[in-house]
């Protein structure tokens, strides 16, 4: 199959450029609710740790996926290494939300048993996403359209479609364009516009959990979506065995303000924003799994799962 670009449907939707002021730079200021409120973390708790930033570069930077490789992505850009302070999330978490920062953590036991059996995965495992995403959203339904099981293990976590292993290039799931896309191709573009012509709000949240124990290595780094400038966030064509996907990659910029939430137990997710039909609203939330400057000895490997969804939410909400 050709290896040809992501094609644009046309929707009704400001560009990033339009958002830029209003999102990323703040010369016209957000509605006072999803304002950033400049909350100082603890820097006692925070640490120093290297992530791994795209070189911005004049063609549109490419990858093929794991799907198509059969193991580890080949990227065909550059990319570089970054000292980057990282905070403790969990001195503030009371305070980020989701359509601020783009991120939040909140404590969710789950009733499942197994997370590596698709069943019950698939059946009480995505009851629960919509509930929670009801709950905290209000949304009025939830599409679920992926979930991955993810592992630094030397072998990966097992999926249906292979192994994996944690995502260390800092990026975005989705992005201006592939946002609508990938929800168009899930419900028909029809049903998409009427969504948005009805006043609806649509959200692609991400929704990720340990899977086994305390995470002690390889834990998630999300950078404040109200922190990111417009021009630092790299559109990247992802070529698939039957389709080809865009996602955001991210340069470094010393602006950025970046978190983390030690010790994540199973009984706890993060909620990531990865598109946001509402532009007054967080829309990108750059992420990446980072190594810690000095893990505990013997530490168990990161066993994670992490569900892709898309809320339809009320547009007050």
């Known amino acids: 199959m050709p290896l040809t670009s992501i094609t644009a449907i046309t929707l009704d939707l400001p560009s990033l450029d339009e958002?830029?002021?209003?999102i990323y730079t703040g010369a016209t200021p957000l509605p006072k609710e999803y304002r950033h409120t400049a909350v100082e973390p603890n820097t006692q708790t925070a640490l120093t740790a290297p992530l791994?930033?795209?070189i911005p570069q004049t063609e549109k930077p490419s990858f093929r996926s794991a799907a198509i490789t059969g193991g580890t992505e080949e990227f065909f850009f550059e990319t570089e290494e970054q000292m980057v302070p990282i905070a403790n999330l969990r001195s503030i978490a009371d305070?980020?939300?989701?359509?601020?920062?783009?991120?939040?953590?909140l404590s969710?036991?789950?009733?499942?048993?197994?997370?590596?059996d698709d069943v019950e995965v698939e059946g009480r495992y995505f009851d629960e996403i919509r509930d929670l995403l009801a709950r905290t959203l209000g949304a009025e339904e939830v599409i679920i359209f992926d979930a991955t099981r993810r592992s630094d293990a030397q072998r990966g976590a097992s999926n249906r479609d292979g192994?994996?292993?944690?995502?260390?290039l800092i990026h975005v799931d989705y992005t201006e364009t592939s946002?609508?896309?990938?929800?168009?191709?899930?419900?028909?573009?029809?049903?998409?516009?009427a969504l948005l012509k009805a006043g609806k709000r649509v959200v692609q949240v991400n929704v990720w959990r340990s899977i086994a124990g305390v995470v002690q290595r390889s834990p998630l780094a999300l950078a404040d979506a109200s922190s990111i400038a417009a021009h630092?966030?790299?559109a990247t064509d992802q070529f698939f065995p039957d389709r080809v996907g865009e996602i955001y990659h991210l340069s470094h910029n010393p602006a950025q303000r970046w978190y983390y939430a030690p010790a994540m137990t199973p009984a706890e997710v993060l909620l990531i924003k990865g598109w946001d039909s509402d532009s007054q609203r967080a829309r990108f939330t750059p992420h990446t799994a980072?190594?810690?400057?000095?893990?505990?000895?013997?530490?168990?490997?990161?066993?994670?799962?992490?569900?892709?969804?898309?809320?339809?939410?009320?547009?007050?909400?």
Not at 163 to 168: G, I, M
Request: no cysteine; glycine share 6%; aromatic share 8%.
């Open 179 to 193: 946002g609508p896309i990938r929800l168009a191709g899930l419900i028909g573009e029809e049903r998409l516009d």
């Open 232 to 234: 630092d966030l790299h």
């Open 290 to 317: 980072f190594e810690l400057p000095e893990p505990a000895v013997n530490a168990s490997p990161r066993e994670s799962l992490e569900v892709r969804t898309y809320a339809i939410v009320p547009n007050a909400q």
């Open 163 to 168: 192994s994996r292993k944690p995502a260390s």
């Open 52 to 54: 791994r930033f795209i």
């Open 108 to 116: 969710e036991p789950s009733a499942v048993v197994d997370f590596y």
């Open 95 to 105: 305070q980020v939300t989701l359509d601020r920062e783009g991120f939040a953590l």
């Open 19 to 22: 958002q830029t002021a209003t």
